[in-house]
């Protein structure tokens, strides 16, 4: 009877369907039934609202969509909707146009912000915190795909933490269901009280699914750009892996929770304050690591000073470790003369070919490998004829096609006491060779 008397229940902020012997999520409990009420209220009020704020974005290279965050005409989007441009036209939902310039851009977090100079003051959106968002709740994505402005797709909040999409190293983005379609890049993702929480990057053809950056890694970044700086991020000085399976075995440990420490930089922060390597860290100021992805956007989003305390597995016991984070761009006093990359063992400094980086190079999609981006003056590889632009395909047996694949490649060579590896290396201008390069001395 209960259940028949709710399915008839409507009031003005929605409808509530029942369910028997599910929790209550909302009213009054019912004598022999369990209640589950869903709001089912209509977008249209929250969508009046937030539109003024939305743009589209129009250059060169193509359509983006933005979000204005400030009043005096600030906008953030994607850096990608920019394609290396400082300028473009921004189009409000009333239909007027503005020129709108660059401000900066962050290439690993896939974020760029613009500002309109215009003698009036604009709608603005406000973030919301996008951790107190949970899994299963509605969201709304505005943006202009295809170039139909104003756009408005919904959905839920299917999953957080996706670190495997994309190309920004350093964001584990949001995934939804709500469409995001080629042109939505840029815009806002709402909760259903009308908050951004994240802005729409990316989606996946004809699968449904969609990809966020948080509004927390928007945030962050914005402020660091306003300001007319380059984003900082914590650094230590380690490079780390994910561990396998027998690895955590071998090692002792129940699950391959946490990232081994494959190397540690001379005079970095890590050197000073006692990490090794070998180290497996387990956890940052009390919050558990997964694996080497999250520890090094944990370690990204440190504050430049912080001392973070590091819980780490070593030789079969839990040790505690305190580290200062330095600024990410002082790798270079710890690192290569005139170089922002860390070394590997052999003396190069090496980049992953993500999106951003084979549109800088100009390289094909069917391009692969590991770019050089410079080389260590005192090691073996200066004298083997190596220079920017170089890609490594190939170390020893293994093709490699991320910075992870290499330094993994050449720990093994290492345990196998070797003293140098072979690379497989395709020249900036095309050509292909092989060099036998020799680790750094200790």
């Not at 170089?390 to 006491?417: C, M, P, Q």
Request: charged residues 20%; glycine residues 12%; neutral net charge.
């Amino acid at each position: 009877m209960a259940r028949k008397i709710l399915a008839k229940i409507a009031c003005v902020t929605g409808l509530l369907v029942a369910i028997e012997g599910l929790p209550a999520a909302a009213g009054p409990s019912l004598s022999g039934s369990s209640v589950f009420a869903i709001s089912l209220s209509s977008w249209a009020d929250i969508v009046e609202r937030v539109s003024p704020a939305v743009v589209s974005i129009t250059n060169t290279k193509g359509l983006g969509s933005g979000f204005v965050i400030d009043q005096s005409g600030y906008i953030v989007t994607n850096n990608h909707v920019m394609s290396g441009l400082n300028e473009a036209e921004v189009r409000f939902s009333d239909g007027t146009k503005y020129k709108a310039r660059l401000i900066g851009r962050d290439e690993a977090t896939d974020i760029a912000l613009l500002k309109v100079d215009a003698p009036r003051k604009f709608q603005a959106l406000r973030f919301y915190d996008d951790t107190r968002v949970r899994v299963g709740d509605l969201v709304l994505a505005v943006g202009n795909p295809f170039g139909l402005n104003g756009t408005v797709t919904a959905g839920i909040l299917s999953a957080r933490g996706r670190d495997e999409v994309g190309s920004g190293q350093f964001t584990d983005y949001l995934q939804l269901d709500a469409a995001i379609n080629p042109g939505n890049s840029g815009g806002p993702t709402f909760d259903d009280s009308g908050r951004v929480i994240g802005m729409n990057t990316l989606g996946r053809a004809g699968s449904g699914i969609g990809f966020a950056i948080p509004s927390t890694t928007i945030m962050r970044v914005v402020e660091d750009l306003k300001q007319g700086r380059a984003v900082q991020r914590g650094y230590l000085g380690v490079q780390i892996e994910s561990l396998t399976d027998d690895g955590a075995k071998a090692l002792g440990l129940q699950n391959t929770n946490g990232a081994l420490v494959t190397g540690v930089v001379a005079g970095s922060p890590a050197e000073q304050a006692g990490i090794r390597r070998g180290d497996v860290i387990l956890k940052i100021n009390g919050q558990a690591v997964k694996d080497n992805r999250e520890l090094a956007r944990k370690i990204a989003a440190l504050e430049v000073g912080q001392t973070a305390t590091f819980t780490i597995w070593r030789e079969n016991a839990t040790i505690t470790i305190k580290v200062t984070a330095a600024r990410r761009d002082q790798a270079l006093s710890y690192n290569m003369p005139g170089q922002g990359l860390q070394p590997t063992s052999i003396g190069l400094a090496l980049q992953s070919i993500t999106d951003a980086v084979r549109e800088d190079f100009r390289l094909g999609k069917g391009v692969g490998g590991v770019l050089v981006m410079g080389i260590d003056p005192a090691s073996d590889a200066a004298a083997r004829n190596f220079g920017p632009g170089d890609r490594i395909v190939a170390v020893g047996s293994v093709e490699v096609s991320s910075l992870a694949d290499v330094n993994l490649a050449l720990e093994k060579a290492k345990a196998l006491n070797r003293d140098s590896v072979l690379l497989f290396v395709v020249k900036a201008n095309g050509e292909s060779r092989q060099e036998t390069v020799r680790f750094a001395k200790p």
